[in-house]
C-alpha cells in the first residue's frame, strides 16, 4: 500500500486510464514518468529500469541493486545486478494470455526479446495512460510553473541588458546559467536558444560565436528548472534599428501569439487553437515561413506529449499547460518568434509569462 497519498492518487488515475483503454498491464520505463508515480527519479543510463502496472496488483519497479531505493517508497521492489538478465523479471510479471501496454521510450533492446519471447498476447502503445494523467497539472504543479515562469520573465529582462555591438551569442548562454541560479532555479530546462541576425531563420539554432552587429534581429528562446518543473519562452528583439518588413513580420506573430491564447478555454481542440494562430501568419502570405507545429505541453519534461498542432484533435482540459510559439522564418535573412506558456482553467486559459510583446529596439 502507498504511504503517499499523492502518488496513491497518480497511481489510481493511471489505472483508471488503463481501464479506458482496456489494458490489464503496463510496463512504464520512462524515468520522468517513473519519478512522477513513484517521487523517486534516478537516470539508469543503459540499465533497465521499468514499472509495471496491473490492474488490481501492486505496483513493481524493477531496479538495478546499483541504485539504492527509499525504504517508503511504498510499492514493491525487485533488484537485479549486472550478472542478471532484467527481462526475466518482467516475464514472470506479466500475463503472457493478455496484451501489454509498453511505454513510447522502451528501449529495443529490451522490447524485442519480450516480443520474442511471447511475454504478452500483443504488444501495444499503452503510454497515453500515464500521460494523459500526467497532462492534467495539479495545483501545487502549476503554482510551481508559475514561478518557473516569472523566473523566465525576469530571466529575460536581464538578457537584454547583456547586449551590445560585438557580443557573441555563446557568452550570453554561458551566462545565463549564473543568472538563472541566483534568480532561484536550479539550472536550464533546456539548452538555451539564442540567435542573431539569419541565426534567428533556424528555429533550434545553437549558439556559437557570431559576434551581434548593428540592425540584428535578436532571439531568446530560454527555460530554466524550478523544483523539478520548467519554463520556456521566446522573444525577439532588435539591436539598433528594425527595417520595415522586419517590423511588419514581428505583428504578423505577435497577433497570432494573441489569436491563439484568445482561442484556448476547455473543449477547444488543440487543432483549433493551432489553426487561430496558423490562420493569421497564411493570410499574410508566410505560411510555408511558418515550419513547425504551434506548440507543445511542457511540465516535469519541457516537451510532453499532447502537441499543439494541426493534426492533434483532441480538447484541451483544465490543468494543462502548453506553449503558444508562432513563427516565421525568412531563411538567409531573419526570423520572429513568440512564445509564451498558458495554463488551460475552468473558464478560459491563464498565460503565465509576463514579459512585454511589444516590439522592442535594444540600444
Not at 297 to 312: C, F, K, L, Y
Request: glycine share 8%; charged share 20%; with cysteine.
Amino acid at each position: 500500500m502507498l504511504v503517499d497519498t499523492m502518488h496513491n492518487t497518480r497511481f489510481q488515475k493511471v489505472f483508471d486510464n488503463m481501464e479506458a483503454l482496456a489494458l490489464e498491464q503496463l510496463l512504464v520505463t520512462d524515468p520522468a514518468s517513473i519519478g512522477w508515480l513513484t517521487g523517486f527519479s534516478v537516470d539508469p543510463g543503459e540499465r533497465f529500469m521499468g514499472l509495471v502496472l496491473r490492474l488490481g496488483q501492486e505496483p513493481v519497479l524493477i531496479i538495478n541493486d546499483l541504485f539504492p531505493t527509499p525504504e517508503d517508497l511504498g510499492i514493491k521492489l525487485m533488484g537485479y545486478r549486472d550478472t542478471n538478465d532484467p527481462v526475466d523479471i518482467v516475464q514472470e510479471l506479466l500475463d503472457a494470455q493478455k496484451p501489454l501496454g509498453c511505454d513510447k521510450n522502451m528501449a529495443a533492446r529490451f522490447l524485442i526479446p519480450l516480443q520474442e519471447r511471447k511475454a504478452a498476447s500483443q504488444f501495444v502503445l499503452g503510454s497515453k495512460a500515464v500521460d494523459d494523467a500526467r497532462s492534467i497539472k495539479e495545483p501545487f504543479e502549476i503554482e510551481l510553473m508559475r514561478k518557473a515562469s516569472a523566473i523566465n520573465d525576469q530571466a529575460m529582462e536581464w538578457l537584454t541588458t547583456q547586449v551590445y555591438e560585438g557580443v557573441t551569442e555563446a557568452e550570453i548562454a554561458h551566462n545565463l546559467l549564473e543568472e538563472y541560479k541566483r534568480l532561484g532555479a536550479q539550472g536550464f530546462s533546456f539548452a538555451p536558444i539564442i540567435s542573431f541576425g539569419a541565426h534567428a531563420a533556424d528555429p533550434h539554432h545553437e549558439p556559437d560565436n557570431t559576434q551581434l552587429q548593428a540592425g540584428d534581429v535578436v532571439l531568446f528562446d530560454v527555460g530554466c528548472l524550478y523544483n523539478g518543473y520548467c519554463s520556456d519562452m521566446t522573444r525577439t528583439f532588435f539591436f539598433k534599428s528594425v527595417t520595415p518588413e522586419q517590423q511588419q513580420v514581428y505583428e504578423i506573430v505577435r497577433k497570432a501569439n494573441w489569436a491563439a491564447a484568445q482561442k484556448v478555454a476547455p473543449g477547444v481542440l488543440f487543432s483549433e487553437i493551432d489553426a487561430a494562430a496558423r490562420s493569421i501568419i497564411c493570410d499574410a502570405g508566410y505560411g510555408h515561413e511558418f515550419n513547425h507545429r504551434l506548440g507543445h505541453q511542457i511540465g516535469t519534461n519541457v516537451h510532453e506529449p499532447g502537441d499543439v498542432s494541426a493534426i492533434h484533435h483532441e480538447p484541451v482540459q483544465p490543468g494543462m499547460i502548453f506553449s503558444d510559439e508562432p513563427g516565421i522564418y525568412l531563411a538567409g535573412n531573419f526570423g520572429v518568434r513568440i512564445e509564451d506558456l498558458i495554463l488551460v482553467t475552468e473558464n478560459g486559459c491563464e498565460v503565465l509569462n509576463n514579459y512585454p510583446r511589444e516590439l522592442r529596439v535594444l540600444e
